[in-house]
């Protein structure tokens, strides 16, 4: 199996997972070979990429930290929960169901807490915040677990997560929408979501105190320099400023409207050059041992000019996969060979120098 952008998605491909739409129907069955009907649904759906299995990669497996069934359960009661209704009967129901989820995604990343994070950007463009949402809980709860949070930790960690974004419904929809640059009245305005946030969980919903500060504390930097309250370091709550590191790398590799995603590396170096500025340090060191810059089943070019797949992430050594190589310093197909950079000491001055999009079936 390996991840293939939709620029790159060709008639004749077959489907390595499973795809929904945005109402967990599928929309493609695992096998599946993919016509030209198909990309474009895929394309109009806001997908950035999908995963396809062919001869090079049929090896290649991927395993989810949580499953599908449960990303969706949680999407789902996320978007329950932001629906604004002064006369909603159903309260004490939809938060009960999103801590009965929480505490199953806790339950299955305890049961998965040796596995590096392969996140790539399958949200849509209409429920980006949803799925953003999850993603951003999922994480935090893999830091809070390398951490060695107990499992009540870790619930009220996921569920001040999963609803960290929950003010944006009281903020103005044209200004969440808007592509431009916002002037500062609207930034003032839009910076107020983690307030309103806070103060709704707080009044409506009895949930743990640590959770709710976490959502209003999300947006501080650890250099004092964020907001609301300008708090730095350790007056900001452990739950905040591990939200804070799993809020701004997903955002970061998420396709929007009104910009491209950047590659899981990209984003792993700015929240790596940005430990001590907006970032804990030392919770820092624990996200880029547990999230890989380098997801399975994305091409890569080696540093000496041999390229292949990233079969396997090694823990403790982010920067250092096992890859599958495919092609030559020219460009041509060989017999795969698996380099691992982390145990072959001949290897040690090899690196990988960047991801490719353009192998397609092809030319493979």
Known sequence: MRYVPVSSLLEGMVTGKNLYDKNHKLLLRKGAQIHKRYINRIVELGYQGMYIDDDVSKDIELRDIISEDLR??????????MLIDTNDKHRSYKINKTKQLINQIVEEILDNQ??????????FYDDYTFFHSVNVAVLSIVIGTAIDLNKQELIQLGIGAVLHDIGKMFVDKEILNKKGKLTDEE??????????GYQYLKETYELPMRSCIAVLQHHERYDGNGYPNQLAKDEISLFARIITIADVYDALISKRPYRKALLPSEAMEYIMANGGLMFDVDLVKVFVRKVAPYPIGTLVKLSNGYSGIVKENNDEACLRPMIKIIKDPKNKPIKPRVYDLKKDKRLRSVTIIGTLDTMTSGNL
């Open 72 to 81: 969706f359960m949680t999407v789902k009661s996320i978007k329950d929960m």
């Open 187 to 196: 930034l003032k305005h839009l910076q107020r979501h983690s307030e309103f």
């Open 114 to 123: 040796d596995a590096i994070i392969n996140l790539i950007d399958l949200k």
